[in-house]
């Protein structure tokens, strides 16, 4: 088990006029700190009083510094109010994280008449290093202990009590996958549980009774169950492999249960395709796609006999195999990450750059003012020649040099103020038949002014402004600005600070959303494959890979096809054929060309289209064949492997929406939408009929 450095929590008290007033703050969920985010839980306890209110600050520090004290860079504060006679009152602060250890300092203060008073002062700094395993990391809210399953599977299992949940779901994103054998959750941690399926987390459920999937439950809602499931009692040496034991590099070993009854639950309905072994009647798991999500549902309560032993709390080995099968169908082979984890790399940096671009070769600019003040110097030395007066040179070429150069920086100034100072490409991915829809983004703002840049994050948005893209935004976290961030209510309000004028700044953003229009419906027939669009989207330049032979045009166990549109529904073209005159031949810079025809090789669609792909200039196509593509959709989530094959009867269709598609405010700049030029592309995962 990788080292693990638990989070500093600590407490202190102060007084406070004729009154008592302390504060406790504890960093991460359940003792758990890993990018992109984590909580810190602040709770101000009192002897009671007059009303209160403030703001409580946590104050980030980049490094220790060598012998001294820590540098704070930034500052993430939240208002908060008690009442009169109130004891206590608790908030949580999201804070973004990154690779290292996490250094800070909290402190509460006391509005006072439009300012803020410092009440209570950390007094010394806190810290806590971060999860560090190679190995996906796993949270469980369940009875069974299944952190003795350290070192039998190739997961990190960690276990997040229910007083421990975080009621902001951007916390939880630091799960590769959650575990929920536990029913009783209030409303809050539910919606927090699906919002982060919706926003790309995946999410295993194993109920302890039918009850938990009744109708308007948030479970039902996620796997699109319509009735309670019929229970069934099976023999557990029909799933032979669950009956092996479970070993251990050291030797250590979980004796085999040959003999056993398990009682499965059978769904009618709803988005599950089964997945697990066995007879497919009665598969022990189910997948469905939820948002940008996945849903696995286990098809029995993992906490009872044979997968747990009743007395101890502790997983056997068929509780083990049954478990690690279900992570490998879902998290192991890229599903449960999303695009920004493909899409927040250096390439991306570099097709979003604006400040770069803003006046073009400046190179360029430089020799035209020589060539321009050569040329003016050899006409007035005609000139001076002509009128006979040679004293007229050197003034004369001295006041054209500053003319020539003052126009050209002049100039450089307008345009640089001019046109778009926002550029983005938005991802939105949902199931085809799904309400959900995680969407994710990466853009460039351009800094016009050397001024402080605000961005105001809409409630439930996860914002990582950034200096630059590189890397795994999931794994490694974002390259954070100075910043001070303020959340007043559910919207935080972040201002950069040493920016400068004409700088890049980059930014990543994740968030979910429900909104209706945009669904699709897939019907199979012999040689083909039928889409009808049944929102009110048109979608452009459509790529759809189906993990089937539908034309008799695939390899590695993926067809790739292309339709120039599918108009919105009600339209001539709101259906679409799939067949052999659709399969995309030879290599991927076929489908660069289509784009180019559709939206112009300089158009945003074409750059955010070409980047979900991995698919970056003409040199990297030479000889390639979507193999590259593939993979990038596999790291992206949306394409789901088995044993590293594609997962049969899946599709994923991707196609640009009209740019209006979401909203340009949700971004969060303080640009006005005029100057924002964004590509939004839909990605729709689903299965076929």
């Known amino acids: 088990m990788p080292k693990l450095v638990l989070a500093f929590i600590f407490a202190l008290t102060a007084p406070l006029a004729a009154q008592d007033i302390g504060m406790t703050v504890e960093l991460g969920i359940s003792g758990l700190v890993r990018a992109p985010f984590t909580t810190a839980r602040v709770r101000v306890l009192r002897g009671g009083g007059e009303a209160f209110k ?336 040679p004293e007229l040179y050197p003034a004369g070429l001295l006041a054209l040099a500053v003319v020539a150069v003052g126009a050209a920086l002049g100039l450089g100034g307008i345009v640089k103020a001019a046109g778009e100072r926002v550029l983005a490409a938005r991802y939105i991915v949902s199931a085809p038949d799904d309400l959900r829809q995680g969407v994710f983004s990466v853009g460039c703002a351009y800094a016009l002014d050397a001024e402080a840049f605000r961005f105001t994050a809409e409630p439930g948005v996860g914002l990582n402004p950034r200096t630059a893209f590189g890397g795994d935004a999931m794994m490694q976290g974002p390259s954070i600005w100075r910043m001070d961030a303020m959340t007043t209510g559910k919207e935080t309000t972040m201002a950069l600070r040493d920016v400068a004028r004409g700088q890049n700044i980059y930014f990543d953003q994740t968030s979910q959303r429900k909104a209706g229009g945009m669904q699709l419906r897939t019907t199979r027939f012999a040689g083909g494959l039928g889409i009808e669009n049944l929102g009110d989207a048109e979608v452009r330049g459509c790529v759809v890979v189906v993990a089937a032979e539908i034309a008799g045009g695939g390899a590695d166990g993926l067809e790739w096809h292309y339709v120039k549109r599918i108009g919105a529904a009600g339209k001539q073209d709101a259906r679409v054929t799939l067949d052999k005159s659709t399969v995309l031949a030879g290599d991927a810079g076929a489908l660069l060309t289509r784009w180019g025809d559709e939206f112009g090789a300089a158009s945003a669609e074409h750059a955010a289209l070409r980047r979900l792909l991995a698919l970056d200039t003409d040199q990297q196509l030479i000889g390639n064949s979507f193999s590259k593509a593939a993979g990038t959709l596999k790291a992206a989530g949306l394409l789901s492997y088995v044993k590293n094959a594609p997962l049969p009867g899946q599709y994923v269709l991707i196609g640009a929406l009209a740019p209006n598609a979401v909203s340009a405010q949700t971004l969060g700049t303080p640009v006005d939408p005029g100057a924002i030029r964004q590509a939004c592309v839909w990605c729709v995962q689903g299965r076929l009929e």
Not at 186 to 205: P, Q
Not at 274 to 303: E, K, Q
């Open 54 to 389: 403030g703001r409580v600050t946590i104050k980030m520090a980049e490094r220790a510094a060598m012998g001294r004290g820590l540098e704070f860079v930034s500052e993430f504060a939240r208002e908060i109010s008690i009442g009169a006679g109130e004891t206590e009152k608790a908030v949580e602060i999201l804070l973004p994280v990154s690779a290292g250890a996490v250094f800070g300092k909290a402190i509460l203060e006391r509005e006072e008449g439009g300012r803020f008073v410092e009440v209570i002062d950390a007094g010394r700094d806190f810290h806590s290093g971060l999860f560090t395993g190679q190995q996906p990391l796993v949270g469980f809210i369940s009875p069974v202990r299944y952190v003795a399953l350290q070192g039998f599977i190739d997961y990190a299992m960690w276990e997040i009590t229910e007083d421990q949940l975080p009621g902001d779901w951007r916390a939880l994103l630091c799960y590769d996958a959650i575990v929920l054998n536990h029913e009783g959750l209030d409303n809050e941690h539910y919606d927090a549980l699906t919002s982060y399926v919706a926003a790309g987390g995946t999410l295993i459920l194993s109920p302890h009774s039918a009850a938990f999937f009744a109708p308007g439950t948030p479970a039902a809602e996620l796997v699109g169950v319509r009735s309670l499931p019929n229970r069934v009692i099976k023999s557990l040496s029909e799933y032979s492999m669950l009956t092996h034991k479970l070993d251990k590099p050291s030797k250590e070993t979980m004796p085999a249960i040959a003999q056993a009854h398990i009682g499965l639950w059978k769904f009618a309905g709803g988005r599950l395709m089964g997945a697990g072994p066995g007879d497919p009647r009665f598969p022990l798991f189910s997948l469905a796609r939820c948002g940008a999500g996945r849903v696995a549902l286990i098809h029995t309560d993992v906490s009872l006999a044979p997968f747990a032993s009743v007395e101890t709390r502790l997983p056997t080995a068929a509780g083990g195999h049954l478990l690690d099968m279900t992570l490998d169908a879902c998290v192991a082979h890229g599903a449960g990450r999303s695009p920004l984890y493909v899409l927040v790399t250096p390439p991306t940096a570099h097709a979003l750059d604006i400040a770069g671009t803003r006046v073009p070769g400046h190179q360029v600019v430089v020799v035209v003012i020589v060539l321009y003040v050569i040329a003016a110097g050899i006409g007035m030395s005609m000139l001076a020649r002509k009128l006979r007066r």
